[in-house]
Every structure is written in C-alpha cells, then in structure tokens.
C-alpha cells in the first residue's frame, strides 16, 4: 500500500497553478522589448497586467508608465514613440493585438510616458 501527503499536494498543485499563471503573463518579456526600445536609463514608474476576454479571444490588459532619464531623453521619447503602433513584439504565445501612448510629457528627471497595451492568447 502506497501513501501520499494530501496537504503536500494540494500545496505544489497551487504553486504550480501560480508559476502557469505567472507564464502565461507576458508583460515580463514586453517589458524588456519596451525597456530596449527606450534605449538608455529607464525607470519603470508602474507596470501592471489584469485579465482580458472577449467572445472569442483571451487576453491581458497592461498598464505601464515609464521614464527616460537623460540628457536626450526627449530625442529618445520621441523615437520609441515613432510607429509603436505598428511595432513587432515577440511574445511566445501571445501577440500585441493593440499598443499606444496615453501620454508623454516632459519631467523633472527626463521624459515621462504611460503606455496601455493589450495581448491576446496565440493559440
């Protein structure tokens, strides 16, 4: 007769629901597109992701507000926002169904922007 801890399982069933979830969360991986796209010095003010759905596709909504430090900061702003839009992103498993710039503004320590993006599941 075999034995099992039923508490141990339940435990790694949840961890291992959590980590499929975390994976299935693409903002890591657009964050660093983003982040690269920036080019320089960029702090990440809020970066946040909740679920999406539709009819027929699922997805995530993100919310992201970064700032581009530097002297050219402004040059910079300007080029990551040039064609966003229309922007190739690699996601494994997802793909940007829409990406914008909600606002850009000038700030103390650069250029500040809050971007919303919106991923769909590839199936």
Do not use: N
């Amino acid at each position: 007769m075999t034995s099992m801890d039923i508490r141990k399982s339940a435990i790694d069933r949840v961890r291992d629901g959590m980590q499929a979830m975390s994976a299935r969360d693409p903002l890591p991986r657009l964050m660093t597109q983003l982040i690269e796209r920036a080019g320089g010095t960029v702090l990440v003010e809020r970066a946040a992701s909740r679920p999406w759905a539709s009819a027929l596709f699922q997805g995530r909504r993100h919310i992201i507000a970064l700032t581009l430090a530097g002297p050219d900061a402004a040059e910079r702003s300007a080029a990551f926002a040039e064609g966003i839009e229309e922007a190739e992103w690699m996601l494994s498993g997802h793909f940007v169904a829409d990406i914008r710039i909600d606002s850009r503004h000038p700030a103390p320590d650069g250029e500040r922007m809050e971007l919303s993006a919106l991923t769909i599941e590839d199936w």
